[in-house]
């Protein structure tokens, strides 16, 4: 914390020198403010990003959202990927967690289009590499936005072919930044501030839960376990030690936690160099307590990230050229205790207030037999911390060949991506004691919990792996008259080795590729495309391991014609479509134990015999191999829009069709359980999938150097499954053909039992159907049955009643509004997300009262009583684990979606002659907010993590200075 308050006490003298220059300057340079670009505001490139090349944006016809490094870097996270929120028209990025270091967010390109264990997430490529991990161990969640200069991500089959069978589910390009031609320019920034819980669950005090506890009790037919004088004890806190009155989470949790950043950048070069240079630090203490200050043995919780990045261009000869990249990142993470996010923050959620206090009066930690001390563990039972270390270089060599014809080139690339993460445990155990009053109020402690031991060390290997790529292209680029030409083919080798825990690590994954791309411009005006890969991977059997995956694209510039050139209004206008085939190989983990689906495995207990079912040792078959299984395919149909009009407004709209098959599935439908046969997978799913994503972007430049500017993105998509082998059930509403991939199938609540239904039940068990495993009483929920044959009711609530009830889990519409303006040197940029079409769910103890012997929230306190049964809206509280009320239903159900601002930024560049006058080119300060407010309808937490780590808000304020 000191050398925060230092940072911020030189930041702050800086800031006041800089005032007060600015106050005494008498012009202001206006030109250099108009030509600065400090909100977004840009001419866009002449290039783009297409996946192994690069091509002009009016040649393009796939289907690619783009933004630009230098918009992510006014979101502050720890995490790129939480940067995305609401930037791509198309892309789906949902919460992960907000954990320092181990949160990543799950990112999804037009949705999800399979099911079951078969990968989901998009394919990432920095500067086009394909990277390997997942999660936070993936290179792509390990960069900076600092380092980025575009991230990309394409969409339909004509941008993706080139990826073959690893790309239905769309692909992530990254491009990082490379120096330009100039004199050196120096960069330097730093943000200062602060997280804390953008919000905490919230339970009832000690009072209210023991009078709730008393009235559950009641309800259940046992005695009441709190008198009047423990109810008044725990109401005026008079009795700390005996009548305690505890909120864990401010006991484990602080208010606020440091976040800091540093960010340095050189850039420059001539005719024979260019390189790009950058070294980033992020630290933040998490939210964690600082218990490594009240004990040697405990540590503090830091998370600390020092990215690199050193790029470099080289003209070797006039006619040879060469790009070296290096980049990484170093990381290290120390957590107090037996901490983590499932055991610490369950234990927070779960841990009634009047449990036991913190520490007893000889100075032991509280505790029972039942509940651990969630301070003792953080603080008495030594620390973890693991590091992490990420490498991605490349080194790529390009030969022109205009000695042969003009516009021919060849190159070879090699790069190698490495990731290495250790840790080291230290551990040791503490005891605890329950304590009651004894007479004249003595304290009698119980036997220990647990005991005293020494501190011991355990170092290991947490995760490992390394992925080596060869790459050779041969590129065309010619125009003859109007023929415009453009052509790549390359080779593309990949070896992926894996050293952690995952089935088969030690087996390299290795895919090989050939792949092209020819683009034919006529005219300006008629654009048609060819683009495919035939590709290998040794996942499959001999002789099904290659497949091809063509697409085809044409487009059409309206705007190029006679009659349209010399319009006013409509600038531009194209017409794009295309049609295509990829696939997705990550689909070895689906039941057979082995990636490998095509080799027979055997395993098993063994078997029994005689009367006595007496066991011996031996083998089985395992599920069943199958020497046919291939990868997902999916054809995918892209009809495209983009146009400018009055110069200002640009539009992009896409409407996607896909179809995928040969999802791996299990046979049920073909081999019935009851034959004792495991199943087979087989290539037998099939899913359709259909939406649109759009884009909008204003521009405007007045005369008085005011800019604005305001860009709306948004992607809708349906899904269904159209088959999956599911065997056949009598209550057709619980199969899961024909519903969205991801439905929830539930119970559905239709109103609380009255006493009327419980004296009719008592005499016809069968007209007033419940659960049988628990006796059901007035005011538990009550269930529609429809579980018997023909989906006629038989009496029983189980699981043959379940159907979809609610939304998957993540949001089918996702709209973000990018937005801001400047005005001489003052600058806002404001992100909001929006997200519909999605549910969550109310469970665990922040909702479920008394489970688990947990606590109890506010949701409770509307519940049904005799007096309230016209108006509850929740059911008759039980000191017990009700088997009715907690059943997986619609009831627990509530509208996930959301309005967040997710980023704001307000800034002030100071007039040139200021900066000039410390010897600096521009000097620019500003003030950053991530994750400001949500507008929701969960009223008791967040929509997006209602348990675990919670989403943290940033604010900081931060100073940029270049020379």
Known sequence: MKIQYKNIYIFITLLSLLINNALQAQEVNNEALINQDTIGISIEENHMDIGYDKQRREKVTSSISTVKGKDLEQNFNLNLGNTLYGRLAGATVTQGGSEPGISAPGISIRGLNTFGNAGSGPLYVIDGFVTSGSGTSNAFMQLVPEEIESISILKDASATAVYGARAANGVV????????????????????????????????????????????????????????????AYKNGSDPLFHPNVNWYDEVLQPIAPVASYDIKFTGGDKFIKYFVMANAINSNGLIKEFGDLDEESSNSKYEKYNFRSNLDLNITKNLLAEFKIGGAIERIRNPGTYNVGGTFTLLQQLPPNAFPVFNPNGSYGGTNIYANPVGNLLSTGFAETNTRTILASLKITQKLDVITKGLSVSGAIANNNYFESGTIKTKTYPRFSITKG?????????????????????????????????????????????????????NTDNITLNGTTANATDPYKHNSFSGRLTYMYDNRF????????????????????????????????????????????????????????????????????????????GGPGYTFGTGN???????????????????????????????????????????????????????????????????????????????????????????????????????????????????????????TNSVIGQPFGLNAIGFYSADDILLRQTDPASVPGVVTEVIKAGDIKYQDIGGPNGMPDGIIDVNDVMAIGNPSMPNFTMGLHTGFKYKGFDADFVLQGVTGNTVYLGGNTFHAFQGNGQVGPIALNRWTPETAATADYPRLSSRDNLNNYQYSNFWQRDGSFIKLRSAEIGFTFPTNVAKSIKMDSVRFFLTGTNIFSIDKIEYGDPESLAGYPVMRTINMGINLQL
């Open 173 to 232: 390009l990254v491009t990082t930044k490379t120096g330009k031609e100039g004199p050196m320019k120096v960069s330097f920034t730093t943000r200062q501030g602060f997280n804390q819980a953008q919000s905490l669950p919230k339970f009832l005090g000690a009072y209210d839960y023991s009078l709730l506890y008393n009235e559950a009790l009641a309800n259940d037919g046992l005695a009441q376990k709190y008198t009047a004088s423990d109810l008044e």
């Open 614 to 736: 007496s066991g011996f040792g031996g083998f089985q078959e395992n599920t069943i191999a199958n020497p046919n299984i291939t990868w997902e395919k999916e054809k995918t149909l892209n009809i495209g829009l983009d146009f400018t009009i009055f110069k200002n407004l640009h539009i992009s709209y896409d409407y996607f069709n896909r179809d995928r098959y040969d999802i791996l599935v299990s046979a049920n439908s073909i081999i019935p359980a009851f034959t004792g046969i495991p199943s087979p997978n087989l290539n037998q799913g099939k899913t359709k999938s259909e939406g649109f994503d759009m884009s909008l972007r204003y521009n405007f430049n007045s005369k008085k150097q005011f800019r604005f500017f305001a860009e709306i993105n948004g992607g809708y998509f349906e899904n269904k499954i159209v088959f999956n082998a599911e065997a056949p059930n009598l209550n057709t509403q619980s199969l899961r």
């Open 527 to 602: 654009i048609a495309e060819f683009s495919g890969s035939y590709m290998g991977t040794e996942t499959f059997a001999p002789g099904k391991r290659y497949g091809f995956f063509p697409a085809g694209s044409v487009g059409y510039i309206i705007s190029n014609e006679s009659f349209l050139k010399d319009n006013n209004t409509l600038n531009f206008l194209k017409l794009r479509a295309s049609y295509g085939l990829v696939g997705n190989d990550v689909i070895q983990t689906l039941g057979s134990g082995t990636r490998y689906g095509y080799f027979q495995t055997y």
């Open 439 to 491: 007479a004249n109020d003595a304290v009698i402690y119980s036997p220990a919990t647990g005991q005293l031991s020494p501190l011991t060390n355990t170092d290991e290997t947490l995760d490992q792996y390394r992925n080596i790529t060869i790459q050779a292209f041969l590129n065309y680029n010619r125009t003859f008259g109007k023929s415009d030409i453009s052509a790549m083919t390359m080779f």
